[in-house]
């Protein structure tokens, strides 16, 4: 490839817009590799899974439909890409997470926290399942209450307590706070 540039910008004339073109498409090196992650992302339906990651990826909020096996996005930041692997989140759906779970590297749990006690103590069981799998059990877990906008969302603290995890279960064990569809994170 070098060659071909010096071919390019040689020849006796200055180099000019042609060169400069075929520079910057031919020559530049690869851009430096950024180190990748497999996560994955679980929660019971309607907790805000896809909404998130579409953010995450600078999604429009519009296209989103419903789960109903897996998917995957891989999520860009600067120092890494997240393949984040979303598992639907449905009554018969939710038996088959574990199949899912290896080669994980970490776990995004979302929670609706605005939902009724019913689904908040469902959501609490597959957390705790989660969290006790022999495949994730070692990994950072990251419990995100979403739908914080809603004005029956619990905060960060009543998601801890009906959750009953103190940070010693997992010392990689992180709650934050979120609003899937709007602008800002609360947390
Ligand atoms: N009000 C509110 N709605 C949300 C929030 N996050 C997601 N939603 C909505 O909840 C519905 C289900 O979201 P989705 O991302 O498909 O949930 P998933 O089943 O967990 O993937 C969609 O209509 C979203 O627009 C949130 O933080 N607040
Ligand atoms: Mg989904």
């Known amino acids: 490839m070098a060659v071909s540039c ?48 579409s953010k995450l990826c600078s999604e429009s909020p519009d296209n989103i439909v419903s ?9 860009p930041f600067q120092n890494a890409i997240l393949n984040v692997k979303e598992l639907g989140g449905a009554d018969n ?4 997470w574990s199949r899912y779970y290896q080669g994980s590297q970490g776990v995004i749990f979302v929670l609706d926290s605005a939902s009724s006690e019913d689904d908040l103590e469902t959501a609490r069981n597959e957390l705790h399942s989660a969290l006790q799998h022999p495949q994730l059990c070692t990994l ?9 906008d809603k004005p029956a969302a619990r905060s960060v603290q009543e998601v801890r307590l009906i959750n009953m ?5 997992s010392c990689f064990l992180h ?13």
Do not use: M
């Not at 006796?12 to 020559?27: D, E, K, N, T």
């Not at 569809?181 to 947390?187: H, M, S, T």
């Open 175 to 187: 709650f934050c706070c979120h609003s899937g569809i709007l602008k800002d994170a609360c947390n």
């Open 140 to 148: 950072p877990f990251l419990i995100l209450a979403n739908h914080q």
């Open 93 to 96: 759906i939710r038996k088959y």
């Open 165 to 169: 995890i103190t940070l010693c279960i």
């Open 67 to 75: 789960t109903t096996g897996f998917s995957i996005k891989a999520v």
């Open 6 to 53: 010096q071919a390019a910008c040689c020849g006796g004339q200055s180099p000019g817009l042609i060169y400069w073109c075929f520079r910057a498409l031919c020559c530049k090196g690869p851009p430096p590799a950024r180190p990748e992650y497999d996560l994955v992302c679980i929660g019971l339906t309607g907790s805000g899974k896809t909404s998130l990651l």
